[in-house]
DNA sequence: GCCGTTTTCGGCCCGACTGTTTTCAGTCG
């Protein structure tokens, strides 16, 4: 079991011990254990059990319990609490806005159970007839909730990629390995998987009997054409059957359905059904065309481009040159500046950007200006030790309610380069959201502007804004957007990339790694990147550090 | 439950904001 798992398990004990009303101490000192093991630069796992107790935050109960599920898997005291709790009212804990206090009054004083009741509560103006709730509340648990709803059932592509590979593999024993295609979100790179679609060539009456007996997940849906189970950890898993010649339903099933409108429009005289193929690419040969990849099958546009073959070439993972956007133990990360900094190193990366917490997040430990002299006088040994590689100085300045920076300009030039993001206050109208981030845009000291929309994909919905306006102000004020890579984030959205770097935009794909392992979620970065057909050019991040240095000077005033 | 230049008991907490209150509890990043 790894740390975020016994974290995640704290957390819940936590939670579910300030629902029962329980004293509050304790709960918390659960919910701290949880925070600081979540945020340990080694796994607990491989810590000596005495040595545990040493841990700061871990006492002799927390240790205790530690050992306990690092050796059945299983916490007893979570289990007993678990049990007392109906599962709706564990449910709620997903439900921005709603924490535990409000849950209990939810629970005890309504006696509301489940979210679907809670729901219609808020549509009778229930809630709001309770101390702690009024008018506001209501609206917003209703709207989280609606959210929340729309976006069951959805997976993180990153939690489905890790999953792939077994269920390839498995589906490949039972009906051959040539038999099985990968299709539909997946395939086409979406930041977010409703359901997992494979192709088998079998037909459904051969395909339901060997998946029955062999493994029997929950079958949701059946028709002719296909069948859906439900794996346990909630996902769809979508088998279509075919006989031979499995290409056009590949075709059909791994593109948006504009794409595959205009295209058939496009190309009416083509024979989509070769009854031979299993791969598609004979549908773009028969067109006479470039190859179109999956991930690229959004838009009619993209045929056009196809056609006289100038599809873009997309940013490959290994083009990432340079790690922009960490965090190290100076705020929020997991490791050292200097770890973080090796590890970088030594994957072949040329620079790491430290962009800690400013010091309005305090939450996250940010650095007040007199931490930030001494974070510089590290870095400056480490570039010495470590050269040619480069460590740059910066800071993940929070933009405040008014749009300005959290530090003076004095403070703010002493950095190489500023990434201004949004921390705090992420209820807003567009208007409102406007004035802050165009006001940070407009600082001469900010190079990037950070996960811009502060979404999280399948828990909040970003704060509304106008893109045109802001890729407008950027443009003129020279400020990259970033491409948060993290899985949760993919922010700003791909969707809006092309529009932005057609005007001359740059992007940066950035890991906003708070430990060694985030670097590798620039992948995902790179996966929606080329979604929207970024090339290596128009990443920051793949800049070399010689074209890196020279672009910070362009900017710098 | 955890912790200790308040060290074995008694106090713990990061700070802003929101929405509810009419001085502050709850939630969030």
């Not at 701290?32 to 109960?61: R, Y």
């Not at 549509?123 to 101390?131: F, G, I, P, T, V």
């Not at 790491?352 to 007199?370: C, F, M, P, Q, R």
Request: include cysteine.
């Amino acid at each position: 079991m790894d740390n975020y798992q016994i974290a995640e398990h704290f957390s819940l004990l936590s939670k579910l011990m300030d629902i029962h009303g329980e004293n509050s101490f304790k709960a918390r000192s659960y919910g701290a254990a949880a925070f600081n093991i979540e945020k340990l630069p080694m796994q607990l796992s491989e810590v000596p059990h005495e040595e545990l107790f040493s841990i700061k935050g871990i006492g002799e109960s927390t240790g205790k319990k530690i050992i306990e599920l690092l050796e059945t898997g299983e916490l007893q005291a979570l289990k007993d609490i678990i049990q007392k709790t109906p599962p709706g009212v564990i449910e709620m804990l997903n439900i921005k806005g709603l924490g535990p206090k409000k849950i209990a009054t939810v629970w005890k004083e309504m006696e509301i159970e489940t979210i679907g009741e809670l729901l219609y509560a808020c549509d009778e103006n229930r809630l709001k007839l309770y101390k702690g709730f009024g008018d506001k509340t209501q609206q917003n648990v209703k709207e989280a909730i609606e959210f929340y709803q729309q976006n069951q059932g959805s997976h993180l592509y990153a939690q489905v990629e890790a999953v792939v590979p077994d269920i390839k593999n498995y589906l490949g024993k039972l009906f051959g390995s040539d038999k099985v295609r990968l299709t539909g979100a997946f395939r086409r790179q979406m930041e977010t998987i409703d359901e997992l679609e494979f192709i088998i060539s079998e037909t459904n009456e051969n395909i339901k009997p060997k998946f029955q007996t062999a493994f029997p997940p929950e079958l949701i849906e059946e028709t002719k054409e296909y069948i859906i189970y439900k794996l346990k950890n909630g996902l769809k898993l979508k088998l279509y059957s075919g006989k031979e010649g499995t290409g056009e339903k590949l075709f059909r099933l791994s593109a948006s359905d504009v794409f595959v409108d205009a295209f058939i429009k496009a190309f009416p005289k083509i024979n989509f059904a070769d009854g031979k193929s299993a791969d598609d690419e004979y549908i773009f040969k028969q067109a006479k065309i470039q190859y179109i990849p999956p991930y690229l099958r959004e838009t009619a546009s993209i045929i056009e481009k196809a056609k006289t073959n100038s599809l873009p070439e997309v940013i490959q993972p290994n083009d990432i040159k340079g790690i922009i956007h960490s965090h190290s133990t100076w705020s929020d990360g997991s490791h050292s500046l200097e770890q973080m900094a090796t590890a970088a190193k030594e994957k072949g990366l040329e620079y790491l950007v430290i962009s800690d917490h400013s010091k309005t997040a305090a939450y996250a430990n940010g650095l007040k200006e007199d931490r930030i002299k001494a974070q510089h006088e590290e870095i400056e040994k480490l570039n010495e030790k470590l050269k040619p590689f480069k460590i740059f100085k910066s800071i993940e300045s929070d933009i405040l309610n008014d749009g300005k920076l959290d530090y003076s300009d004095n403070i703010l030039s002493t950095f190489d380069l500023v990434i201004a993001s949004v921390h705090s206050n992420l209820k807003m109208t567009e208007e409102k959201a406007m004035m802050r981030l165009l006001t940070a845009i407009e600082n001469p000291h900010t190079t990037i502007l950070g996960h811009m929309t502060g979404r999280l994909l399948l828990s909040r919905k970003g704060y509304p804004v106008n893109y045109e306006k802001i890729f407008e102000a950027c443009i003129k004020n020279k400020v990259v957007i970033e491409l948060n890579a993290h899985p949760s984030r993919l922010d700003i959205d791909w969707r809006y990339i092309e529009a932005a770097i057609n005007n001359g935009l740059l992007i940066s794909i950035d890991p906003d790694a708070h430990a060694i392992e985030g670097f590798d979620d620039c992948k995902y970065g790179v996966l929606v990147a080329q979604k929207a057909g970024v090339t290596k050019e128009k990443n920051l991040s793949s800049f070399s550090l010689a074209e890196f240095e020279a672009y910070l000077k362009t900017v710098k005033n």
